[in-house]
């Protein structure tokens, strides 16, 4: 069964395999709530979300969220292990927390499905995926990367069991990914996707190894990553550790 969401202005969708409509019906709408939760507490375009009244106080950590705390917390540690590359922060000293909610939210969610016993699932955020056992007859998840010349190619098609994949790149909404060193845009890549055994590990390095450019690409390996498969500027293919490709097909 599918269940389709627009959340944080992305649609998002949740596939469930085994499990009775009643108990995939109600486990949706849990993850949902996780989604939609996190929505309210970090969106940049809610006056109301603790992100906007964090930000209107200067930033202020004092008195936060366990929830803030933790996303704070993850995007620092990424900030620190890339030198500086990805970043959580802006000039002005603002939280600019957007590299570490999605794959967070995300991923809490496909938690809470775990926690409800539902064994095999692939939750889709916006094209950042986090899947657990398989679609059936024990075969894997089958995770398509879109070209980052355009959202109708696929990329290649990744064989994913138990974990998240998470891609950055700048083809939908401009160079819009900061290099947190030179606080300039991130121009070494196309596009990055990286599989780890979760997906908030998968985004924040997705965004990380964006930043870093090529030299992020090898790095990942040591922070958590799996594989990597990375457009550079020049159009060349860039694969890295454990990816496995859907049938006997290459990645074009």
């Keep these: 069964m599918r269940f389709l969401e627009t959340v944080m202005g992305i649609p998002m969708s949740i596939d469930i395999r085994e499990a009775s409509e009643t108990v995939a019906s109600a486990a949706a709408e ?95 955020a916006g094209g950042d995926v986090a899947v657990s056992g398989s679609p059936g007859d024990g075969r894997p998840w089958n995770v398509g990367v879109r070209s980052p010349d355009s959202a109708a190619d696929v ?51 997705a965004t990380a190894v964006f930043a870093l450019g090529e030299d992020g690409i090898r790095w990942a390996l040591g922070h958590g990553a799996r594989g990597v498969l990375a457009v550079d500027a020049a159009g060349r293919l860039l694969g890295v550790g454990e990816l496995d490709f859907a049938g006997a097909e290459h990645p074009r």
Excluded at 32 to 53: G, I, K, M
Excluded at 117 to 124: A, H, K, R, S, V
Excluded at 166 to 175: D, K, L, M, Q, V
């Design 30 to 124: 849990r993850a949902f709530r996780v989604l939609r939760d996190a929505d309210a507490r970090f969106s940049a375009y809610r006056p109301d979300s603790e992100l906007s009244r964090v930000n209107a106080h200067g930033g202020d950590l004092s008195g936060v969220s366990d929830d803030f705390a933790e996303v704070v917390a993850l995007g620092s540690g990424m900030a620190e292990a890339s030198g500086g590359a990805f970043r959580i922060r802006r000039p002005d000293g603002s939280w600019d927390l957007d590299g570490v909610v999605k794959g967070w939210a995300a991923d809490r969610a496909a938690r809470s499905l775990a926690e409800g016993g539902l064994p095999d699932f692939c939750l889709n």
């Design 155 to 205: 990329l290649a098609v990744l064989e994913v069991r138990d974990g998240g994949v998470a891609t950055s790149g700048a083809y939908e909404r401009g160079a819009h990914m900061v290099d947190g060193r030179t606080d300039s845009a991130a121009t070494g890549l196309r596009s990055a996707t990286v599989v780890a055994a979760d997906l908030t590990t998968a985004d924040l390095l």
